[in-house]
């Protein structure tokens, strides 16, 4: 099913503004996927049929959904593995004990999708951290998409979902079978907080100081100056100490040299540079951050 250039520019144009995801000219086929469905139930025979109904008549809910539609919710369980593993061996130990004084931990996955990689944190917490009963840690995960968020805060997934992934003994220990779906327990979904959060636009003003962020996979769907825009911005939510962890084709080279990269193993991570950090207690500079091994 082809697309015209007109309504290929309308709805790039459209996922951009609201959004910040840059639409290119080769995706005509990605858009036609997507919006085919949406153009159905509206009662128009292609999208084509959709966008021009829409130059007519407005309609803020139905360009939502289009939003939505165009927004890529690729997640799994315990997504690439090796972060995974060096926020258990590694990461998650150093900000322990960063915060063994105010015993509190503060993490955001800032484009959560359906749910999985926020869950997978709150697993490994619970299974590997018992240090951590007392403390006060907050799980916050968020999404531009009210949808997905919606699925998330269910913790419910389908088989193939728990299949990508998830080892099956954690599968057994924090999920029940509930019919052709397994249930996440409330144990795990309690850990998290969900809210629908657009990344180009206002960020809550209740949001702590993180002392660890996921942004996996987000920043290559944006344009030079909104990645620019992000980061800066996340300065301001980072802890002095804290790790930002951003998807394995991604960098901050470039673009905002406030963070510096750290290698540990195979993953890479970033943190403030070492003349933006304090001390996890507030007195003096942290000296410069060593390339681990």
């Not at 949406?38 to 009662?43: L, M, N, P, S, V």
């Not at 180009?200 to 825009?229: C, G, M, Q």
């Amino acid at each position: 099913m082809s697309l015209s250039s007109r309504s290929l520019a309308f709805v790039a144009e459209l996922v951009q503004k609201r959004s910040g995801i840059v639409v290119s000219e080769d995706k005509d086929y990605l858009v036609v996927s997507r919006l085919t469905p949406i153009a159905r139930d509206h009662g128009h025979k292609d999208v084509d049929g959709l966008v021009e109904d829409l130059r007519r008549r407005r309609n803020h809910t139905l360009e939502t959904r289009i939003v939505e539609a165009m927004t890529t919710n690729e997640t799994t369980f315990y997504r690439d593995v090796h972060p995974f593993r060096t926020l258990q061996t590694k990461l998650i130990p150093e900000l322990i004990e960063a915060r063994k004084k105010e015993r509190t931990l503060s993490l955001w996955s800032a484009a959560a999708s359906t749910g999985q990689e926020i869950y997978t944190l709150a697993i490994m917490l619970r299974e590997h951290f018992s240090e951590l009963r007392g403390w006060k840690v907050t799980l916050h995960a968020s999404d531009l998409s009210a949808e997905v968020i919606t699925k998330a805060r269910t913790g419910r997934y389908a088989q193939h979902e728990v299949n990508r992934g998830l080892p099956a003994a954690m599968l057994l220990k924090y999920f029940t079978k509930d019919d052709q779906h397994w249930q996440l327990k409330q144990e795990i979904r309690s850990m998290v907080t969900f809210r629908e959060v657009n990344l180009i636009s206002r960020w809550p003003h209740d949001y702590p100081k993180f002392d660890l962020v996921l942004l996996r996979n987000v920043l290559i769907y944006f344009d030079e100056a909104t990645k620019i825009d992000i980061l800066k911005r996340l300065e301001r939510h980072m802890a002095p100490h804290g790790i930002l962890m951003l998807g394995a084709a991604e960098t901050t080279m470039g673009l905002d040299e406030t963070y510096e990269r750290v290698l540990a193993d195979t993953t890479s991570y970033y943190r403030l540079a070492a003349s933006r950090q304090e001390s996890p207690h507030g007195h003096g500079s942290r000296p410069r951050l060593q390339v681990a091994g």
